[in-house]
């Protein structure tokens, strides 16, 4: 059974060529593929992808090979950093940085029942790179493919490397072409009809060029299909349907083709259709993705925001392509995303007018045009209105209730002032109609939550009723923090905070991390970083005559107190380490904490190992100065003795306290045996802290 779990964690690869990749893995390369790094001293440093920052405050440690965040908390090794980061499954990220190091894998062989113990996932996808294979396969080996497929993409200007960059293919108009190689391979065909890819006995895709669309580990998870033929019988453009792999309202077509070039130039170019992204990629403007013809959504506002917060949409120089512009912006402004719009020239669509003008004049009539969204929708409202008064106060309401998505106050301020000069109102006026709008949102977002609320009591009386259950919302309040003002609140909003009108700045709003972080209490912090201490210097030598480390000593002299711990955590990870050392005669080396099985052990083995300060080496170099003592990483005895005196007084300090409430308790009450016996405890107490007192070199107060 410990094989084959091995097996199933590892995906097939054999144990030793897991180890291998994670020793050679050097986490500098591998995130200085994602995030562009500067050097700081010994470290390296650069803005964490994980979430949006102007500071950098992500930090890459080579001589540990581990990262960390210090703004969102995140952290860990070379294969974590791929597994967060891309959304990786281990075994993936082990071939990942295999393939980056060119090292060759060795897998198991695997039997058929264990096969199918796989996650059901890992063989959909699988299955579904079977089909990419067998399309290109198509598109490049088949007369068929190469007179109806290639034609077409060469017709676009489409490269050989495009090609093969996006997956591109040919589904022939053989009924059953795909179902059948399939069945020759071994694959079933229920995975085939779980992907669509076959439906009744048939070929879904069929006569059409393909477009896979990938995740943003570049594994196959749908595709698209392209009639080429004129029959207004069928659709155009016919897609893979839903899976436990593919959810259409988080995937943007490209985006794993353009993720680190959206990250290097920060901003990202949203068009609408599959050929706009092939045809701007191929003219090296790598930083595209495709809302594939459909309005934007939640998970893709999600998806844009871990990359980059600057989104500019590219839409169609005709009218359907100007209300296009406007349908669906909504999701982006309330992610609190940057967003402009670039309308081409009128009949123009992305890819023609690129083919048209050429890449250096195109891009330069995106640096040229694109304009704020806000100020575009505008424009086109009130040019529509015209001089009707009826007509321009309903834009002007609809341009207000669009400035109330803006969530920073900040930004929303600023637009307030803005606009109130360009539609000629009083700004306090437009504040009025901002916060207006942001009630009747949130009164409508709470009516939505009841009666959502109701329906699941109406279930739960009614078991037996079979009622159609709504899709979990992303957010149960999505206007949340952005409370109206006390003076606008009616009578059902008297639970909510107040907050100032919407053209004042407001307090910053707490940072988010992808983690909630614990608060400590009591000791909590003092005993956190006791552990950092075992983690960071626990395997260094102590005392080389008497072959002892520091970890030794640390838990030798702590083991009267553990009991005091407030944080079990901490004493948890302590008593670890005292198990290790009884049953192994040695400290534990620092990957066994940053690789432990227990997260919570490899998350402080990161933040231990890793510091947001370093030392200028100015000093030395540039001013002469010299420290008078040690660096920190090579004063570990004294580090660990000074800390180890000042936590037992705090602990000895606290247990005084207490035993003196007792002893006035049992003298209040004439209790003279317990009274004794807590007198004889405190006479202890003040001898230990008198005792540690002397070695720091401080004065205590006797009680």
């Given amino acids: 059974m410990a094989d084959e779990l091995k097996l199933y964690l590892y995906g097939m690869i054999t144990e030793e060529s897991v180890r291998e990749v994670i020793d050679t893995a050097r986490v500098e390369d591998v995130v200085g593929d994602f995030v562009n790094l500067r050097r700081r001293g010994n470290n390296f440093t650069g803005l964490c ?17 581990i990262y960390k965040c210090f703004g969102c908390g995140v952290g860990g090794d070379p294969v974590k950093f791929l597994m967060e980061l891309e959304q990786l499954s281990f ?25 199918a113990e796989l996650q059901e996932k890992d063989s959909l996808i699988i299955t579904n790179d079977f089909a990419r ?11 068929e ?79 698209a299909g392209r009639i080429l033929r004129k029959d207004a019988r069928a659709p155009k453009y016919i897609n893979s349907p839903e899976t436990e792999i593919y959810h259409k309202s988080d995937v943007l077509y490209g985006m794993y083709q353009a993720r680190q070039a959206i990250r290097k130039l920060d901003n990202i170019y949203l068009v609408e259709g599959y050929t706009d992204v092939i045809s701007l990629h191929q003219n090296g403007i790598r930083n595209v993705a495709a809302t594939s013809g459909t309005s934007l959504t939640t998970g893709q506002a999600n998806l844009v925001k871990r990359f980059t917060e600057n989104v500019t949409l590219l839409y169609d120089g005709d009218k359907a392509g100007v209300k296009a512009a406007l349908r669906g912006v909504d999701v982006l402004l309330m992610a609190d995303l940057n967003v402009k719009v670039v309308v081409l020239p009128d009949g123009e669509d992305p890819d023609g007018y690129m083919q048209k003008v050429g890449a250096t004049a195109f891009e330069k009539y995106l640096e040229e045009t694109r304009k704020d969204f806000l100020f575009f929708k505008a424009d086109i409202l009130l040019e529509e209105a015209g001089s009707d008064v009826a007509a321009r106060t309903t834009a002007i309401r609809d341009i207000g209730a669009t400035l109330a998505l803006v969530t920073d106050p900040l930004k929303r301020a600023g637009y307030l002032q803005q606009f109130s000069g360009k539609l000629g109102l009083d700004e306090s006026l437009l504040v009025q109609l901002v916060n ?32 159609p259950t709504a899709p979990p919302t992303d957010d149960p309040d999505e206007w949340g923090g952005m409370d109206e003002p006390a003076w606008l609140a009616g009578a059902e909003d008297e639970d909510l905070p107040p907050e100032g009108p919407v053209g004042m700045p407001t307090a910053p709003a707490a940072p988010t991390t992808p983690a909630e972080v614990p608060l400590e209490i009591g000791h909590g912090f003092q005993e956190k970083y006791f552990v950092q201490l075992l983690i960071r210097d626990g395997h260094k030598p102590y005392d080389e005559a008497s072959n ?33 050392l009884q049953s192994n005669g040695a400290p534990p080396p620092v990957d066994w904490y940053s690789r432990h099985t227990e997260e919570g052990v490899r998350k402080l083995a990161v933040e231990a190992l890793n510091s947001p300060y370093t030392y200028s080496p100015n000093w030395k170099d540039k001013y002469g100065l010299r420290l008078s003592q040690k660096m920190p990483e090579e004063n570990h005895r004294l580090t660990a003795e000074i800390f180890l005196r000042i936590f037992r007084m705090e602990k000895i300090e606290r247990k005084g306290r207490e035993n003196s409430r007792l002893v006035a308790q049992y003298e209040r009450e004439g209790n003279y045996d317990k009274l004794r016996t807590h007198l004889k405890v405190q006479m202890k107490l003040d001898e230990m802290r008198l005792a540690l007192a002397k070695e720091l070199g401080t004065v205590v107060l006797s009680r």
């Fill in 49 to 65: 992808p994980f979430h949006n920052e102007k500071t950098p405050s992500f930090n890459v440690n080579p001589a540990r090979n």
């Fill in 91 to 115: 075994p993936d990220a082990i071939r990942w940085i295999a393939q980056k190091y060119n090292i060759k894998l060795e897998e198991t062989e695997v039997s058929e029942e264990v096969r």
């Fill in 133 to 143: 294979q067998y399309y290109e396969d198509q598109l490049h080996q088949t007369d």
């Fill in 145 to 223: 493919g190469k007179s109806v497929g290639l034609s077409y993409f060469r017709s676009r200007g489409f490269r050989k490397e495009t090609l093969q960059t996006f997956g591109l293919g040919y589904a022939p108009a053989a009924s059953d072409g795909l179902l059948q190689a399939a069945r020759a391979a071994g694959y079933k065909e229920e995975q085939l009809e779980k992907l669509g890819l076959v439906r009744n006995g048939r070929d879904f895709f069929r006569d059409r060029v393909m477009f896979t669309i990938h995740n943003l580990g570049g594994k196959p998870i749908a595709f």
């Fill in 436 to 467: 207006k709008a942001i009630a009747d949102r949130r009164t409508e977002s709470r009516k939505t939550q009841e009666r959502e609320e109701r329906r699941r009591q109406r279930e739960r009386r009614s078991p037996d009723r079979a009622t």
């Fill in 548 to 580: 002892t480390s520091v970890a030794q000593f640390l838990t030798a002299n702590v083991a009267d107190v553990l009991g005091d711990f407030d944080v079990e955590r901490y004493r948890k990870i302590v008593e670890l380490v005292m198990h290790y």
